[in-house]
């Protein structure tokens, strides 16, 4: 029997690259969080990814050590494949922040495997060294992994940071492409398994460059302030602050950084459209940005900026709450014309009933 | 894996043929953990175990100087897969050190918020990343006749869960292709929701203070959570019996099982969920509160309760040194010298340790760790509990105390009795966890999903409390405070895999001293100065080697199961290099000779 096309097979073709690996090394000075984090993600989730529910993409092989089968060296082998150059092409995600090893004589911060040669464990700033150069991309998951989080707060003794502070802000992959930052403490999950669907279609030749904005974050997640999402940013509008945790209303007195934040959570919820921050009650500790977290310190106090601009919203605010409230009460009664009386008076006229 | 072959002198002075082997990175865990043993492959068993992490991050130095408000915040950020167990136990110290009690309704939500974590963590654990050493692709590998027995061998609760054989279950496990495995990842997600609603964002949460919640309660809240918990339930009544039947069949399979992971029964569990009827969060009534938890804290030393008073339990806590890569705060600041009871504070408590990191090479005649060891110091001796993964304790504890009796959870003093009301397609069940006669890997696997329909049968009780405020109109979440200038606190709650305790000192109105002690620097502790051992080691070694596989193609799989038990999460171990003290041979063969 000769296979016959189907008549719909019209745009669906196979991807320019059939394969590709994903190396995720989670050994930076994180928690593992942002790893634990995509399992709840379901647009697209894990298995849509690796069991190919969405055509047109290459088949992804994935190499996270929170979920692979592989155990040591067996878990190691593709890694050591890449480092040689005999696994291409693969996409390298980075989790936690990259400690500065040369600030001490000896030892590791953070470090995956062991170095057969020598028995000490090879360092994970090492691995970044052997992999970078060889991937087709990079992308830094989580807060940690992009700007430094909160193992890079002040007083810390790792002296730790983002990837792009480690590789370099101006640096690029062999295939030209920048680092691209998925921030979050941890990252939203759907957040990252949307970006990374967005670089297999890239790769596939689906789709154009992704587009980054200059802290390399993907536009169309982060080009919006928490403000701008958050359903109660009416409140906002109207002046309307809370004064105590568990109010429905604004936040921002209460310690909420969502007008200066690039975030979507609120906007997106946090899984499959619930929870989240200051839409659920949360101020917003600003978890998604470079300066986080000690520019968001102490979290429980009005920031600084939002004393200002909400004595000026209050005053406009108030009076058009009240005013709003006056056509909120009219626009709760019915229509007069609606009753049981025996007579129209809905100001139609019938010619005869 | 190395194969180094070094003939050592055993102990009873006849010549053993050891064999080097390791994993490096150990997978399916959070965190970044090695496992180094020496196995006796003519004897069949580990005769030694290391267990190394490699990860420093540093909390304890750079919570130094801040707001003790934003300990939460922080601190969720140790761990990634229970960051939300350490938020609530900073919400705890918090509540102690600035005297506020939250509103009733706020302590139901944070223990709405903190069963769904139970009900979420356990299972992702049980049947996505523990599961895979049960199923057909791992099985197949290093046990076929064990395969071919599953085969043939007839699952005795079939009519619950729907598969008939024991292999049936074993393929339903295999990673994203099985069934089974892919429903409990779509039970992670509806129980992280439920989560979600409670706390707002997993796993870091957004919604917890000291004081109480910001999650506003509605009946849409409720009725949300609700909803999933009663589909959570109807996923529980076959989910136990299917894992009964797993784990019965490993015992049947391979006799002898018993010992893998097999431990002395040194137990701890710090107690969880608090019950705001009694709980003030003062540390003078702190034992009676301590007993009034819905899983109550207990020690548990070979099969005897031997405390179950929190302010003892804290009392009794020693961080000792060990072979670490810290240097010794015995010359340094006393922080503490009595708590509020007038009870002398030791050097060694986490109120009075200060953390002097000093990076260096690994070496196993030196520091090799960047663990302590924690401690339980009963009078007599410092103890190494270990906490099982989490579950296996905590109904220990409860069992024995016999205190929790809230209708849909009663512990009887040698058991615990669960119950689940009518679901969808399933009718009303009751479990009953009974005190098992090992502490051992399957015995800590089967408890993880006891576990999970204890936290589910608990929520049901949290939810129609919840829900009475509600209708009663109590409906303010949230208490205010004010920071002192000076004090000091402890907070205890269960993590998900285990122990956890935050201690703070406030000083100036910042935080002068904190000192986290999550499970895995108990479980995964380094031999300390008096020479215990930690858990780990204890456990893998000695453990019977069952695998089928010879030297050439071992997977290690037994000690992956003992392992995997403790349910590992190195993140919270942050920094730890567990050996027993002797001298690692140095020679090393390649890694990979003999991997495919």
Same mark, same amino acid.
């Given at each position: 029997m000769t296979a016959t096309v189907?008549?719909?097979?019209?745009?669906?073709?196979?991807?320019?690259?059939?394969?590709?690996?994903?190396?995720?090394?989670?050994?930076?000075?994180?928690?593992?969080?942002?790893?634990?984090?995509?399992?709840?993600?379901?647009?697209?989730?894990?298995?849509?990814?690796?069991?190919?529910?969405?055509?047109?993409?290459?088949?992804?092989?994935?190499?996270?050590?929170?979920?692979?089968?592989?155990?040591?060296?067996?878990?190691?082998?593709?890694?050591?494949?890449?480092?040689?150059?005999?696994?291409?092409?693969?996409?390298l995600v980075v989790e936690g922040s990259i400690p500065n090893e040369k600030i001490k004589e000896e030892g590791y911060w953070a470090a995956m495997g062991t170095d057969t040669a020598t028995g000490q464990p090879i360092k994970t700033t090492t691995w970044i060294d052997w992999l970078a150069p060889k991937?087709?991309?990079?992308?830094?998951?989580?807060?940690?992994?992009?700007?430094?989080?909160?193992?890079?707060?002040?007083?810390?003794?790792?002296?730790?940071?983002?990837?792009?502070?480690?590789?370099?802000?101006?640096?690029?992959?062999?295939?030209?492409?920048?680092?691209?930052?998925?921030?979050?403490?941890?990252v939203q999950p759907d957040n990252f398994m949307e970006t990374l669907l967005y670089l297999l279609y890239q790769v596939a030749g689906l789709a154009p460059m992704i587009p980054l904005d200059d802290e390399l974050r993907p536009t169309w997640l982060f080009g919006q302030t928490v403000h701008e999402g958050c359903d109660r940013a009416g409140y906002y509008e109207q002046g309307d602050f809370a004064t105590e945790y568990g109010s429905p209303k604004c936040i921002v007195k209460l310690g909420c950084w969502g007008p200066v934040v690039n975030c979507n959570v609120p906007k997106r919820g946090w899984m499959n459209g619930i929870g989240g921050c200051p839409n659920v009650g949360g101020i917003c500790i600003g978890c998604?940005?470079?300066?986080?977290?000690?520019?968001?310190?102490?979290?429980?106090?009005?920031?600084?900026?939002?004393?200002?601009?909400?004595?000026?919203?209050?005053?406009?605010?108030?009076?058009?709450?009240?005013?709003?409230?006056?056509?909120?009460?009219?626009?709760?009664?019915?229509?007069?014309?609606?009753?049981?009386?025996?007579?129209?008076?809905?100001?139609?006229?019938?010619r005869t009933y | 894996m190395a194969t180094a072959t070094v003939p050592l002198k055993e102990t009873k002075g006849k010549q053993r043929k050891l064999v080097e082997m390791n994993w490096d990175p150990i997978t399916r865990i959070v965190g970044s953990l090695g496992i180094f043993t020496k196995i006796d492959f003519d004897n069949k068993e580990v005769a030694e175990c290391h267990s190394t992490s490699s990860i420093f991050r540093g909390y304890s130095i750079f919570m130094k100087g801040k707001d003790p408000r934003d300990a939460h915040f922080i601190t969720s950020r140790i761990c990634g897969i229970c960051g939300d167990n350490h938020a609530t136990c900073a919400t705890y110290a918090q509540n102690m050190a600035f005297g506020v009690r939250p509103p009733n309704i706020g302590e139901w939500i944070v223990n709405l918020g903190e069963a769904a974590e139970y009900m979420f963590d356990h299972n992702i654990f049980q049947d996505n990343l523990v599961g895979v050493d049960f199923c057909e692709q791992m099985v197949r590998a290093t046990n076929p006749s064990v395969w071919e027995k599953a085969k043939k061998t007839a699952a005795p609760h079939a009519a619950d869960h729907g598969y008939r054989t024991i292999a049936d279950i074993m393929t339903a496990l295999n990673p994203f292709t099985g069934e089974f495995y892919r429903e409990t990842l779509h039970v992670s997600r509806y129980t992280r929701e439920a989560f979600c609603l409670m706390e707002g964002r997993h796993v870091h949460p957004s919604t917890l203070y000291p004081g109480g919640v910001g999650t506003v309660p509605t009946v849409q809240l409720f009725t949300?959570?609700?909803? +999933?918990?009663?589909?959570? =339930?109807?996923?529980?009544?076959?989910?136990?019996?299917?894992?009964?039947?797993?784990?019965?069949?490993?015992?049947?399979?391979?006799?002898?099982?018993?010992?893998?992971?097999?431990?002395?029964?040194?137990?701890?569990?710090?107690?969880?969920?608090?019950?705001?009827?009694?709980?003030?969060?003062?540390?003078?009534?702190?034992?009676?509160?301590?007993?009034?938890?819905?899983?109550?804290?207990?020690?548990?030393?070979?099969?005897?309760?031997?405390?179950?008073?929190?302010?003892?339990?804290?009392?009794?806590? +020693?961080?000792?040194?060990?072979?670490?890569?810290?240097?010794?705060?015995?010359?340094?600041?006393?922080?503490? +010298?009595?708590?509020?009871?007038?009870?002398?504070?030791?050097?060694?408590?986490?109120?009075?340790?200060?953390?002097?990191?000093r990076p260096q090479k690994r070496d196993f005649d030196g520091a090799y760790s960047w663990t302590m060891s924690p401690r339980w110091f009963d009078g007599k001796d410092y103890l190494a509990l270990d906490t099982g993964g989490g579950p296996i304790a905590r109904f220990w504890a409860t069992a024995l105390a016999g205190l929790v009796d809230i209708g849909y959870v009663k512990a009887t003093g040698k058991s615990v009795k669960m119950y689940l009301p009518k679901t969808a397609t399933k009718p009303e069940a009751e479990f009953e966890w009974?005190?098992?006669?090992?502490?051992?890997?399957?015995?800590?696997?089967?408890?993880?999903?006891?576990?999970?329909?204890?936290?589910? =049968?608990? =929520?049901?009780?949290?939810?129609?409390?919840?829900?009475?405020?509600?209708? =009663?109109?109590?409906?303010?979440?949230?208490?205010?405070?004010?920071?002192?200038?000076?004090?000091?606190?402890c907070g205890f709650h269960e993590a998900v895999r285990g122990v956890l305790s935050h201690h703070v000192v406030i000083r100036n109105g910042k935080i002068a001293n904190y000192h986290p002690y999550p499970p895995t620097p108990w479980n995964g502790s380094v031999r300390d100065v008096y020479g215990t051992p930690?858990?780990?080691?204890?456990?893998?070694?000695?453990?019977?080697?069952?695998?089928?596989?010879?030297?050439?193609?071992?997977k290690g799989i037994d000690i992956m199961r003992a392992v995997r038990s403790f349910d590992p999460c190195l993140p919270c171990g942050v920094h730890m290099y567990l050996g027993n003290g002797k001298v690692v041979e140095t020679h090393h063969s390649p890694f990979f000779l003999n991997h495919r």
């Open positions: 189907p008549y719909g097979r019209v745009t669906q073709k196979p991807p320019a690259v059939s394969d590709i690996h994903v190396l995720w090394l989670t050994a930076g000075l994180g928690c593992d969080g942002d790893s634990v984090s995509i399992t709840a993600a379901t647009q697209p989730s894990i298995e849509d990814v690796l069991l190919g529910a969405i055509p047109g993409l290459p088949k992804v092989h994935l190499h996270n050590p929170v979920l692979a089968v592989e155990v040591g060296s067996d878990f190691l082998k593709p890694w050591y494949q890449a480092k040689e150059g005999k696994l291409d092409p693969f996409v991937a087709l991309g990079v992308v830094a998951i989580g807060t940690c992994a992009t700007y430094g989080g909160i193992h890079a707060m002040q007083g810390n003794p790792t002296g730790c940071m983002g990837l792009a502070d480690y590789l370099g802000w101006e640096w690029r992959s062999k295939a030209g492409l920048p680092i691209v930052n998925v921030p979050g403490c941890p998604t940005m470079p300066g986080f977290p000690d520019k968001f310190m102490p979290f429980m106090d009005e920031p600084p900026g939002a004393r200002l601009s909400s004595i000026g919203v209050q005053l406009y605010g108030r009076t058009i709450r009240a005013l709003r409230s006056f056509t909120n009460s009219t626009v709760n009664k019915e229509p007069k014309w609606r009753h049981p009386r025996p007579e129209l008076t809905t100001g139609y006229h019938p | 949300d959570y609700l909803v +999933r918990l009663a589909r959570y =339930a109807e996923f529980m009544k076959k989910c136990l019996p299917l894992h009964d039947d797993l784990f019965d069949f490993w015992y049947d399979a391979l006799p002898g099982y018993e010992k893998v992971g097999y431990r002395r029964t040194l137990l701890g569990c710090w107690g969880s969920f608090n019950n705001p009827d009694l709980c003030d969060y003062t540390y003078q009534n702190m034992s009676k509160w301590g007993d009034a938890m819905f899983v109550t804290p207990g020690v548990v030393v070979d099969g005897k309760l031997v405390t179950h008073d929190l302010v003892k339990i804290n009392l009794g806590i +020693r961080i000792l040194l060990g072979h670490s890569f810290y240097d010794d705060w015995a010359d340094q600041e006393t922080f503490v +010298r009595e708590d509020p009871l007038g009870n002398p504070v030791d050097q060694r408590h986490p109120w009075n340790q200060t953390t002097i990191p009974k005190i098992p006669k090992w502490s051992n890997a399957i015995e800590r696997d089967r408890a993880r999903t006891y576990f999970q329909v204890y936290a589910a =049968a608990a =929520a049901y009780h949290f939810v129609e409390k919840a829900l009475a405020e509600l209708h =009663a109109g109590r409906t303010k979440t949230w208490n205010d405070f004010t920071v002192p200038e000076e004090a000091i606190s930690g858990p780990y080691e204890d456990a893998v070694q000695n453990t019977p080697i069952f695998e089928e596989n010879g030297q050439e193609n071992f």
